[in-house]
T-cell receptor
């Protein structure tokens, strides 16, 4: 079992819809969780991070964390074609600065 | 201010050659990370520095890989006797000490 798992996609949604991206992790002691966006040929850029159970909203983005289920998700409301990218889930292992990334989910927003 | 910069952006090496990849972090960032990203995969952790101290090198795939950050700013990732499986994008990221990492543009290494 990989430490951080994501569906590779592609996930296709129509413009204006809600895109839901999911991530599971295996280390129950993980402390912090991150979502990065990576456009093709570019480097990852941080969208959001979340530390506590529940929801965290930032503009059109909402991160959701459920530590009991070892599950973190990212919702993108009013999806735009410019949101088309690969979304990487990253987890900070306990007691350190060793980050584990998932393989990424490719999102395609269709105009 | 300037972001993380990496050089060269592209490197082609013949199998067996040594290569050196440079990372200039954001000024003042104490933490520096190196990752390897294969095509279609997420970044894989290689090593982490806090200032000049290399605190975690558990991700380095073999003893052919070596990283240093002698003055706590610029870092170099060196790969000796390159192999075809070393072909990947090498990403550097820096952090002010919080969990947030800021990535450079990467160096695409191709080993022929």
């Amino acid at each position: 079992q990989k430490e951080v798992e994501q569906n590779s996609g592609p996930l296709s949604v129509p413009e204006g819809a809600i895109a839901s991206l999911n991530c599971t992790y295996s280390d129950r002691g993980s402390q912090s969780f991150f979502w990065y966006r990576q456009y093709s040929g570019k480097s990852p850029e941080l969208i959001m991070f979340i530390y506590s159970n529940g929801d965290k909203e930032d503009g059109r983005f909402t991160a959701q964390l459920n530590k009991a289920s070892q599950y973190v998700s990212l919702l993108i409301r009013d999806s735009q074609p410019s949101d088309s990218a690969t979304y990487l889930c990253a987890v900070n292992r306990r007691n350190g600065q060793n980050f584990v990334f998932g393989p990424g989910t490719r999102l395609s927003v269709l105009p | 201010g300037a972001g993380v910069s990496q050089s060269p952006r592209y490197k082609v090496a013949k199998r067996g050659q040594d290569v050196a990849l440079r990372c200039d972090p954001i000024s003042g960032h104490v933490s520096l990370f190196w990752y390897q990203q294969a095509l279609g995969q997420g970044p894989e952790f290689l090593t982490y520095f806090q200032n000049e101290a290399q605190l975690d090198k558990s991700g380095l795939p073999s003893d052919r890989f070596f990283a240093e950050r002698p003055e706590g700013s610029v870092s170099t990732l060196k790969i000796q006797r390159t192999q075809q499986e070393d072909s990947a994008v090498y990403l550097c990221a820096s952090s002010p000490g919080s969990n947030e990492q800021f990535f450079g543009p990467g160096t695409r290494l191709t080993v022929l």
